[in-house]
């Protein structure tokens, strides 16, 4: 007789969450994806990333590839929040931000030499929130990426979890913090 395996059903439908998420990324004004962003947001808080390594016909999708897949989507995320209408959040910026922050405090110290590869803490300083427009790049949907309370505050919540991390990551941060 074989061994029949049982699976907890969060390591079947994560894995076909996180393969929504590009596809969330290109409709960055959809109004269903703030709920998406809360379901994986709360599953990822709540351990389930674990069973990504136990997960069936998801060999190839860890916690480092989830990771390397949200900043990607992250960093490359156009600008859509304008000056004009700031009532109109970027509702996938926000869950793109919210999600990598969890992703960061559930994998701890473990992806910090990523996180400064990647030059996350960089980016979400200067193109997510101190970006300054130029003669060439300036109108309703000038920098920096995030305009909206919402945006900023989860940008600023981004920055402090990477900063709680590793020492490295801090001390980055405090080092653009006292250039500006």
Same mark, same amino acid.
């Given at each position: 007789?074989?061994?029949?395996? %049982?699976?907890? *059903?969060?390591? @079947? @439908?994560?894995?076909i969450? @996180? ?5 969330v990324?290109?409709?960055?004004? $959809? ?6 962003f809360?379901? #994986?947001?709360?599953? /990822?808080s709540? !351990? +389930?990333?674990?069973?990504f ?5 998801a !060999?190839?999708v860890?916690?480092q ?5 949200? #900043? ?5 995320h156009p600008?859509c ?8 959040? !970027?509702?996938?910026?926000?869950g793109? %931000?919210?999600?990598?922050? &969890?992703l ?7 992806? $910090?030499q ?5 030059? %996350?803490?960089?980016i &979400? ?10 003669? @060439? ?9 995030c ?6 505050t +989860?940008?600023?919540?981004?920055l402090?979890? #990477?900063a709680?991390?590793? /020492? *490295?990551l801090?001390?980055?941060? #405090? ?6």
């Amino acid at each position: 007789l074989q061994t029949l395996q %049982l699976f907890h *059903p969060i390591s @079947f @439908f994560l894995p076909i969450l @996180f393969g929504f998420l590009p596809k969330v990324n290109s409709s960055p004004l $959809v109004w269903s994806t703030e709920e998406y962003f809360t379901l #994986l947001q709360q599953l /990822v808080s709540r !351990d +389930a990333i674990r069973f990504f390594n136990a997960s069936i016909g998801a !060999d190839s999708v860890t916690e480092q590839f989830i990771i390397e897949q949200t #900043l990607s989507l992250l960093i490359s995320h156009p600008i859509c929040e304008s000056r004009k209408a700031p009532e109109k959040e !970027d509702k996938t910026l926000i869950g793109l %931000l919210r999600l990598t922050k &969890v992703l960061i405090e559930k994998t701890n110290t473990q992806f $910090v030499q990523l996180y400064l590869e990647k030059e %996350l803490i960089e980016i &979400v300083f200067y193109s997510m929130l101190f970006e300054i427009p130029t003669e @060439f790049n300036h109108g309703p949907l000038a920098p920096p990426k995030c305009k909206s309370t919402t945006a900023r505050t +989860a940008a600023f919540e981004l920055l402090s979890q #990477l900063a709680r991390t590793a /020492v *490295p990551l801090y001390r980055q941060l #405090l080092a653009l913090i006292l250039k500006e």
